[in-house]
């Protein structure tokens, strides 16, 4: 059963940096170009960024570039978000999303972790 | 304010047929498969249409997608209760490098 399992959200105060991870098991994590998409309270889905699978091409929303950093290690089925500067316009629940191809140029995931939730306040 | 535009709500009654539109752009849809995800309440988002018009296996095929041009729509026939969820288009855009969103419609089912 592919799972996707997503850790790391936190409350921190603007101006502050966390980092996600999102554990994945049951598919071959190398081979598949994975995304993270957000959804503030109430509102919804923002793609934040994704990085290919071969090469690790990595892509970025306007909203977070410059100031979060996609990252994923292959030997431990990890993909991970580091967020810095971080402004109480990026409360949300972040998402970890599998792709269906080797490009992160995609719009179609198959499956979605349950979510963390960051929140950034004072 | 979303990239693709989507009608905010959308309602119906049990054993209706409703369409939900998503209107985008030449370097959206116009250039890229339109996907479509359902969320229940709750809940992540579900993969329900891909490629414009394609069902993941396990979708039932009372939903059905298709794309002209820089819209597509979502068609849900036979309405369920169950079919009662939140529903999103997606799209790669060229102009912007990354995916784009529609803000969704919630759908009642009366």
């Known amino acids: 059963e592919v799972q996707l399992l997503e850790s790391g959200g936190d409350l921190v105060q603007p101006g502050g940096s966390l980092r996600l991870s999102c554990v994945a098991s049951?598919?071959?994590?190398?081979?598949?170009?994975m995304a993270w998409v957000r959804q503030p309270p109430g509102k919804g889905l923002e793609w934040v960024s994704a990085i290919d699978a071969p090469n690790d091409l990595t892509y970025y929303a306007d909203s977070v570039k410059g100031r979060f950093t996609i990252s994923r290690d292959n030997s431990e089925n990890t993909l991970s978000l580091q967020m810095s500067s971080l402004k109480a316009e990026d409360t949300a629940v972040y998402y970890c999303a599998k792709t269906t191809t080797l490009s992160g140029r995609s719009s179609r995931s198959d499956c979605w972790g349950q979510g963390t939730l960051v929140t950034v306040s004072s | 304010q979303s990239v693709l535009t989507q009608p905010p709500s959308a309602s119906g009654t049990p054993g209706q047929r409703v369409t939900i539109s998503c209107s985008g752009s030449?370097?959206?849809?116009?250039?890229?498969?339109v996907n479509w995800y359902q969320q229940l309440p709750g809940t992540a988002p579900k993969l329900l249409i891909y490629?414009?018009?394609q069902r993941p296996s396990g979708v039932p095929d009372r939903f059905s997608g298709s794309k002209s041009g820089s819209s597509a729509s979502l068609a849900i026939s036979g309405l369920q209760s169950e079919d009662e969820a939140d529903y999103y288009c997606?799209?790669?855009?060229?102009?912007?490098?990354?995916?784009?969103f529609g803000g969704g419609t919630q759908l009642t089912v009366l």
């Open positions: 490629g414009d018009d």
């Open positions: 030449s370097s959206s849809i116009g250039a890229n498969h």
């Open positions: 997606a799209a790669w855009d060229d102009s912007l490098n990354g995916a784009v």
């Open positions: 049951g598919f071959t994590f190398a081979a598949y170009a």
